[in-house]
């Protein structure tokens, strides 16, 4: 069974930083998606990036990028120049490919940022 | 192009109780999964309904059922509640034909509250 495990509870960054969330993750399939899904306290569960497993290259969405280590099954977010807006819970997602499945989701960062 | 929508927002009953939940995919889906998140957890995955049949379920008991109807719209009925049904309920919307695997798209929550 996949496990998605995120370390951090809660993070803080300033306005304009640079931030990192950590996931990892534990399967032993070779084919899947791996996402990154931020929910504001509006509660609506939204899509910020998503990585193809058979893809080499980092995935970029703007001011979101990951950095993808399958052989370490890590899956980081980096956000770059912090906005207030990006306060919210962000929760890290793992997807088979090629077969009818699920999301499971690690148990989220909440994600603070301060003027 | 409509996103995902649900009815109601929020919702409280009491023990015993039955309870209906309703979602509207995403414009152009076919395939609604419903999910649980309790306070303070990632969501966990219900199951999952594809061309009106279930075809994929979590570990979660058989009051917990659904229906999905032929504009691709669905249900989630939870009979006889109990004080831990108390969560947020997402419906997740994607394209999802045979074999294939999609982004899921959420939509705003049904907040059950369970007395």
């Known amino acids: 069974a996949q496990t998605v495990t995120q370390s951090q509870p809660e993070m803080s960054v300033q306005e304009a930083e640079t931030v990192t969330l950590s996931c990892t993750y534990d399967?032993?399939?070779?084919?899947?998606?791996l996402f990154w899904y931020k929910q504001p306290p509006s509660r609506q569960m939204i899509l910020v990036i998503r990585?193809?497993?058979?893809?080499?290259q980092n995935a970029t969405e703007n001011r979101f990028s990951v950095n993808f280590q399958k052989a370490a099954k890590s899956f980081s977010l980096k956000i770059s120049d912090s906005q207030l807006g990006d306060t919210a819970m962000y929760f890290c997602a793992f997807m088979n490919l090629y077969v009818i499945d699920k999301l499971i989701f690690g148990t989220g960062t909440r994600l603070q940022v301060f003027p | 192009d409509a996103g995902v929508t649900q009815s109601p927002t929020h919702l409280i009953k009491t023990r015993g109780q039955q309870v209906t939940l309703r979602c509207s995919p995403k414009s152009g889906h076919d395939t609604v999964s419903w999910y649980q998140q309790a306070l303070g957890q990632g969501p966990q995955f219900i199951f999952q309904?594809?061309?009106?049949?279930?075809?994929q379920r979590g570990n979660f008991p058989d009051r917990f059922s659904g229906h999905q109807f032929p504009n691709y719209s669905s249900e989630l009925n939870v009979n006889a509640l109990l004080l831990g049904d108390s969560a947020l309920y997402l419906c997740a919307s994607s394209l999802g034909g045979t074999g294939n695997t999609d982004t899921q798209y959420f939509g705003p929550g049904t907040r059950l509250t369970v007395l």
């Open positions: 399967t032993s399939e070779n084919n899947y998606y």
């Open positions: 990585q193809e497993a058979y893809k080499q």
């Open positions: 309904y594809y061309e009106e049949e279930e075809r």
